[in-house]
């Protein structure tokens, strides 16, 4: 596979254009984050729930947690976006999220573009991308990704709905995003869903490839790259807005996840927005 791409990323927001000549059973395990791209040429077979064909024009949407696989593809020119909901202030119960919600209950990941609005959309990716790349500030960012949403929220209307059953490991995964900073285990989980906890933890792992307790540190450490970057709390203030007492705990977890301490992550930070 040969891959030629542009990457740009501010912690909770990442976003490129790649150009893979061509690919062949590529698995991706489930991520925190939610995934947009836009396809411009070639194609790709996406597995999830069902398999479907990625075409040019396309907006293809992957929720957070939510496991596929890239099954085969050629000459593949594709902008792509992905981005953590809570850093962002999202959730699926708002109107910008609603395509990710009904891909959630198993609506088709694809929608294609009006013509119309094709350039547009290809556009607000190469501004995200430029923006990026000048660190410009989150609230531009925000906007740029905000527009994007809004673009999908327009294809997805024009396109069909076939909603399944919502599966108890989607709402669980919900359930962690809104709630993964007051301090919930995976009892709380399973019972906030009247399930068995054991049940849960085996679904989830087997389902998405991570425990309960990895998607609950995924998303907490989330958090904690938003309030290291746009506050001035203290370690002690962070680990404990994030759900957890022990702020040594936290230092440990984040030095694991990122190699680095969140001091030191939080002195880069500052340090690059000032070049």
Known sequence: MAVNSSLHSYHSIDSGFAHIDK???????????????????????LEGEQSVQIKPGMLTLVPSGIPHALLQGRDMQVHWLSFTANSLRLDESQELMLPFAQVRKGALPIFKLHEDRLNFVIKLFRELQTELSNNQSKKVLESLVCLILNEARKASKLTSVDLGAETKVSKALQY????????????????????????????????????????????????????????????????????????????????????????????????????
């Open 23 to 45: 690919l062949h059973n590529e698995k991706h395990a489930a991520h925190e984050e939610y995934v947009i791209t836009l396809m411009l040429a070639g194609y790709v077979t």
């Open 176 to 275: 962690i995003q809104a709630h993964s900073c007051e301090g919930i285990s995976l009892k709380d989980v399973a019972a906030a869903l009247h399930i068995n906890d054991s049940y849960l933890a085996t679904k989830i792992k087997q389902s998405t490839g991570y425990s309960v307790g990895q998607w609950l540190t995924k998303h907490r450490l989330s958090q904690a790259l938003d309030l290291l970057a746009n506050t001035d709390e203290t370690m002690e203030q962070i680990s404990f807005r994030i759900g957890w007492q022990d702020v040594t705990h936290f230092i440990r977890q984040f030095k694991k996840a990122y190699n680095k301490t969140p001091a030191a992550w939080r002195r880069e930070h500052i340090q690059k927005h000032l070049e």
